[in-house]
């Protein structure tokens, strides 16, 4: 039980372990780089491709939004991170 209350104390958050390892700027450069090849290959998969995907979009698409994700959060603790 001890060692829940640990992990769940301020020191273990996420957050303030990106903060503390000064994490958010590498983060930002390889979701950026990660949304270049992943729209450059959602670009060439969608109009070379006849478009027979069981989700409606190629993998590399789905990829490509979950890197703007990525981004936006980073984006989102430098400016919290400003704020302080």
């Not at 969608?46 to 789905?62: E, H, K, M, Q, V």
Request: hydrophobic share 50%; proline share 2%.
């Amino acid at each position: 039980m001890l060692k829940a209350a640990y992990l769940q104390s301020e020191d273990w958050s996420f957050a303030a372990f990106l903060h503390k390892k000064k994490l958010l700027k590498p983060i930002k450069w390889v979701s950026v780089a990660g949304m270049l090849f992943s729209g450059y290959l959602s670009v060439i998969e969608i109009t070379t491709s006849a478009g027979n995907y069981s989700l409606g979009l190629p993998t590399c698409a789905y990829g490509f939004v979950f890197y703007l994700l990525v981004f936006i959060f980073a984006l989102l603790a430098v400016k919290k991170k400003k704020r302080k």
